[in-house]
């Protein structure tokens, strides 16, 4: 159970580390563009906004790569935090930008949410 919880850990600490490479360094190329469904003009008018955002975006990440790595219970504690706050950030996302979020975000981290609290 724990390695199955550590692998969607990771699984949700790698989308969010793409998720930082796109908001971050290719917001205004069409492949962020298609996967953020914005315009090119739009895309140049936010991109400082779009890398404040992957920052955030780092920053789940970071949490939830050092709970792979950190001995419990701080490890645990991480693991929480992190996709508790990945799971708040995926439901605002859907609610207020693409319901998209719900199944590249939210399902993910509580897939893994539920398997780390099974795993204890």
Same mark, same amino acid.
């Given at each position: ?32 563009? $298609?996967?953020?469904? !914005?315009?090119?003009? #739009?895309?140049?008018?936010?991109? +400082?906004?779009?890398?404040?955002? &992957? *920052? %955030? ?12 790595? $950190?001995?419990?219970? !701080?490890?645990?504690? #991480?693991?929480?935090?992190?996709? +508790?706050?990945?799971?708040?950030? &995926? *439901? %605002? ?28």
């Amino acid at each position: 159970m724990t390695v199955v919880a550590n692998v969607l850990v990771g699984l949700v600490a790698l989308i969010h580390v793409y998720i930082v490479v796109l908001e971050m360094f290719l917001w205004t190329t069409p492949r962020a563009r $298609a996967a953020f469904g !914005t315009t090119e003009s #739009f895309a140049e008018e936010s991109k +400082a906004l779009a890398a404040n955002q &992957g *920052l %955030y975006n780092g920053f789940l990440a970071a949490a939830l790569i050092w709970g792979l790595i $950190a001995t419990d219970p !701080t490890g645990f504690q #991480f693991k929480l935090y992190g996709l +508790a706050c990945v799971i708040v950030a &995926g *439901l %605002y996302g859907a609610a207020t930008a693409s319901k998209r979020i719900l199944l590249v975000q939210v399902l993910p981290g509580v897939l893994a949410l539920v398997f780390v609290l099974l795993a204890r």
